[in-house]
């Protein structure tokens, strides 16, 4: 063997074949397909997470919010422009125009979640569509994360510059019609005292002959009522605060197929959180209809119209923060009973077991 001969075998190069570059890259796209999902499980446990630290954040300060002024925030506080009378919630609105004036308990709530800087921007002689650094400032405890990040693209009512998201609502209990002493189980009766277009919740009035009053009974309500001339504690949670619900995930249609007015409906629904006048944003209420079998009040559907129901658009498990603090996720498969009994604040019933 020649020196040259020597010389190319000991520089000779070793390389991957067609073959063996095909099988590396065939192992590697399994492995990412096995690693994958189990990725998104991760990030998905890691976001619910998050999610139920937001609502215990919220049940702290609802509690923080007790204590300091007796009672909990009202579901929306409506302010009285043309007096020197400080903020009331006594008010049903003497004209359509102060619903504009109005703030939710969410607002309420963010001094004692670290944004007193912000609610101190509110000015209640000024319309808060054309407040944005009280009412479109992202606020990411109001963010759920298996949802969306926090943002203020979300329409105000009446105008102005994009609100601020809430991806919470308050747990009004379940509807009461007073006219009738009873609470109504049709869930189209419930949409429609919402989104009829000629009934104002602010004023009452109306001609549609659709319920106008959301009266305040114990029996029903749950911690947040739109009565204007009730003022609720912990005393009133007479089932326990540890078996009555607070604040909950808030369920979003996505569906646009009918339109309200010149609205939307998942505009109407999807309303900045922190002015008072989305009423549509900010509560919620426990109403299965007992014309729909298995009809259930809390939503996994992104298409389900309803505006009054709890629910989540990612796994079956909503979230939900109680009156003491705690926070948990309840399954939709929940019993409408079970569900009605932790929504109402003094029902005096025995929960189903």
Known sequence: MTVAMKRNLGQRRWAFTLVELLV????????????????????????MTQNITNLRSIGQALNAY??????YPPAVKVSRPNSNEPNTIDDRGK?????????SWAFELLPYLDNANVHKQHDRLNVTYQQPFAFAVPIDTYANPRRRDSEVDVPMEGGGPGGTSLDYAANGGYIWTGSTATWTEDPAMLQAMVLSPDVDLYTGKGSSGVPKELQFNPKVSGPFTMDWNVRLSSANARDGQSMTLAIGDRHVPISTATVVGSRAPQIMQDSAGLVGSSVYTIIRYMNAGSTEPGANPLSTDPTD???YKFGTHIGDQIGFVYLDGHAEYLPSSTDPKVLRRLAAINDGAVMPQ
Do not use: C, H, W
């Open 24 to 47: 590396v890259i065939a192992i590697i796209g399994v492995l990412v397909g096995i690693l994958l999902p189990a990725v998104g499980v991760v990030r998905d446990r890691a976001r």
């Open 66 to 71: 007790e204590m300091q002024t007796k009672s």
């Open 95 to 103: 004209n359509y125009r102060e619903r504009f004036y109005s703030t």
């Open 305 to 307: 119209p309803s505006i």
